[in-house]
């Protein structure tokens, strides 16, 4: 039987996109460079259950929308979560 896109580990060009859209979203970069405020309360319970923007971040990168990049000025965390995440 075959397993559905969504349920599956591997990464798609579809999630790459998405999880780009998180990476460039107003609200989510907020969040996860200042760690507080509204705009994290929401990303952090609200955006990340409901956004497909916010899970793709997740499945790309291997963290929340909200958790704080590890190198905030270089950007350094793209395609990281690809190699720490294996399939299970």
Avoid: H
């Amino acid at each position: 039987m075959a397993v559905s896109g969504s349920n599956s580990c591997e990464i798609t060009e579809k999630d790459r996109r998405f999880a780009e859209k998180c990476r460039t979203c107003f609200l989510c970069e907020y969040s996860r460079r200042k760690q507080k405020g509204f705009a994290f309360w929401i990303v952090k319970t609200i955006e990340g259950n409901l956004c497909p923007y916010c899970k793709a971040y997740e499945k790309v990168y291997g963290r929340k929308a909200y958790e704080p990049r590890d190198n905030m000025s270089s950007g350094e965390d793209v395609g990281k979560g690809e190699e720490e995440k294996g399939c299970e």
